[in-house]
């Protein structure tokens, strides 16, 4: 005697448990990539381990300005001069304080976040180009500073100090444990990004660069939200210049000229404005593609890096992240036309569960 199959009995389907699977593993891909990208970069020789620190130093300066000027929708071109703060900060706690290089981190934030409080200041009547200059004449000035308070700076010829060595309990290389400073401090700052991008203070930041007026009608202090902002910004930066210090043990004026503000500029335009991935993109490439457009011709290396930054703000116009947003629906696309066709479902006569067949 054959019973009948209960109606509940689910039926198993290849196709759509594959593309289940395929959406599950896009979500978690980039995570997965990310660590390891991390977990890999350590086996790299010792000397791209360290621009790999550098570029994560520069990381934390573009991550800064893409919350100011992407979710704030305050333009500042002072960014490389709050990064020299941040390191020399570090480098004269260190040199003439007497501090552990460490426990200066924290200290070159606060100091810059300060700093970035003064420089905001003129945000809350300026906006635009105008505030872009006046930030812009901050990086101007940021070296002529350094040399007028010599006694503190030891101008051009800078401050040198040892930098930290590894914990002895730690078995690792001294370019190891610095990777693995840079590394720590990136991942706290992209997490207090990421909570400040997609919170309430995101959303009052949002609306104060949409629309200042609508922002004030819900409740939104103008004044504390850009101040705020150039804050946040600036500790950002700062961490990343105390971070830079440490990594080379030297900071002069030659290093945080004007030009230093309009790289950093360059790679939050590259990565993707108002994205906090977009920071770390953006900072492989200020620190990669002139070295590596340098060693293709010694001659023209400025010409050819001029060359790749047209043809990225050609065909990414909204940076590398938003180039992969868009081109992203496109694969996904191919990939779906690649799985093999659903079948079509049978259609089955109802049942009645009580009545059994006869053979």
């Not at 304080?97 to 970035?116: D, R």
């Not at 500029?265 to 906090?276: H, Q, T």
């Not at 909204?318 to 694969?331: M, Q, S, Y």
């Not at 066709?341 to 109802?350: C, G, I, K, S, V």
Request: proline fraction near 7%; hydrophobic fraction near 55%.
């Amino acid at each position: 005697m054959n019973t009948l199959r209960p109606a509940s009995a689910a039926r198993f389907d290849p196709t759509r448990s594959t593309r289940f699977a395929m959406a599950h593993w896009a979500k978690s891909a980039p995570l997965a990539l990310v660590l390891l990208v991390i977990v890999l970069l350590p086996l790299l020789p010792n000397f791209l381990l360290m621009q790999v620190s550098t570029a994560l130093t520069f990381a934390l300066a573009i991550l800064g300005l893409n919350l100011l000027l992407g979710f704030a929708g305050q333009v500042c071109l002072a960014q490389g001069a709050l990064f020299a703060c941040g390191a020399y900060t570090t480098a004269i706690l260190v040199a003439q304080g007497g501090w552990p290089a460490l426990a200066t981190l924290p200290a070159a934030a606060v100091v810059t976040a300060m700093a970035g409080v003064v420089i905001g200041l003129p945000a809350l009547r300026l906006g635009g180009l105008q505030l872009a200059i006046v930030t812009f004449g901050v990086a101007v000035l940021t070296p002529q500073l350094i040399l007028k308070f010599d006694r503190l700076t030891r101008g051009v010829t800078g401050i040198t100090f040892d930098p930290p060595a590894p914990p002895a309990w730690l078995p690792v290389g001294p370019d190891l444990w610095l990777y693995a400073l840079c590394v720590a401090a990136t991942a706290v700052c992209t997490v207090l990004a990421l909570r400040m991008a997609r919170g309430d203070s995101g959303r009052a930041l949002q609306a104060l660069r949409d629309n200042p007026l609508v922002a004030t009608s819900l409740g939104v202090d103008l004044v504390r939200a850009r101040l705020a902002a150039f804050a946040v910004s600036s500790a950002f930066a700062g961490l990343g210049g105390g971070l830079f210090a440490i990594l080379n043990g030297y900071v002069s004026p030659q290093s945080f000229l004007a030009a230093r503000s309009i790289e950093i500029l360059i790679g939050a335009i590259v990565g993707g404005i108002g994205s906090v991935s977009g920071a770390f993109l953006g900072a492989l490439f200020v620190v990669f593609v002139p070295e590596w457009t340098a060693e293709l011709s010694p001659a023209l290396g400025g010409l050819i890096y001029g060359a790749c930054l047209i043809a990225m703000m050609l065909v990414a116009r909204d940076g590398l992240v938003g180039l992969a947003r868009r081109i992203a629906p496109t694969v996904f696309s191919l990939a779906r036309k690649g799985l093999p066709p659903r079948p079509a479902a049978t259609a089955t006569a109802p049942h009645d569960n009580n009545q059994e067949t006869s053979p």
